[in-house]
T-cell receptor, first 116, second 116 residues
Framework: GAGVSQSPSNKVTEKGKDVELRCDPI?????LYWYRQSLGQGLEFLIYFQGNSAPDKSGLPSDRFSAERTGGSVSTLTIQRTQQEDSAVYLC??????????????FGPGTRLLVL | AQSVTQLGSHVSVSEGALVLLRCNYS??????LFWYVQYPNQGLQLLLKYTTGATLVKGINGFEAEFKKSETSFHLTKPSAHMSDAAEYFCAVSEGKNTGFQKLVFGTGTRLLVSP
């Protein structure tokens, strides 16, 4: 079946602009995760959704970052007033249920964001 | 908090040689451990995972890893490297038991280079 998809695959933006990154999880997966992969910080957890709710937003780097999920499916990560340090690969993953600790998370190909 | 240490940001082997990628973790509770592989411009793909039971875990592409509680290690091995194994490998621990949901904490990654 179809895996996790993300769009766009690449995004170049100017400092100060807003960007939206989209994630389509595997159908039926209730849990959705966002991670950021950058040279200086490695792979960092940002936020997760169980259904449409995001119980833990503590991984978001600043209040310029927000995320939502609608219909228990598609999620959008929004970065407002982008800064150069936001340049990174943003990875989305999904799993059947976030409360099952040993479940596999399935990752999308990522969105490569470059802020000029 | 749980953490993962991967010794060696780069490992070089010859084709046909043994592959050994090191991973040590810290956890106050029995961990769930994962190895993911990332090929260029792609997302992460699960190689194998340890949850409970047998400490020697076999994964895809001929890889295996052994959970050693006394050494807090989960090293990844493959008897004979293939050119197609060249990629970046990430070890991760699931921090779920302390947070109520499955949050993966990743090591900094090891890039495997395979020469002919």
């Amino acid at each position: 079946g179809a895996g996790v998809s993300q769009s766009p695959s690449n995004k170049v933006t100017e400092k100060g602009k807003d960007v939206e990154l989209r994630c389509d999880p595997i159908s039926g997966h209730t849990a959705l995760y966002w991670y950021r992969q950058s040279l200086g910080q490695g792979l960092e957890f940002l936020i997760y959704f169980q259904g449409n709710s995001a119980p833990d937003k503590s991984g978001l780097p600043s209040d310029r970052f927000s995320a939502e999920r609608t219909g228990g499916s598609v999620s959008t990560l929004t970065i407002q007033r982008t800064q150069q340090e936001d340049s990174a690969v943003y990875l989305c993953a999904s799993s059947p249920n976030s409360r099952v600790q040993q479940e596999t998370q399935y990752f999308g190909p990522g969105t490569r964001l470059l802020v000029l | 908090a749980q953490s993962v240490t991967q010794l060696g940001s780069h490992v070089s082997v010859s084709e046909g040689a043994l592959v050994l990628l090191r991973c040590n973790y810290s956890s106050s509770v029995p961990p769930y451990l994962f190895w993911y592989v990332q090929y260029p411009n792609q997302g992460l793909q699960l190689l194998l995972k340890y949850t409970t039971g047998a400490t020697l875990v076999k994964g895809i592409n001929g890889f295996e890893a052994e959970f050693k509680k006394s050494e807090t290690s989960f090293h990844l091995t493959k008897p004979s490297a293939h050119m197609s194994d060249a990629a970046e490998y990430f070890c991760a621990v699931s921090e779920g038991k302390n947070t109520g949901f499955q949050k993966l904490v990743f090591g900094t990654g090891t890039r495997l280079l395979v020469s002919p």
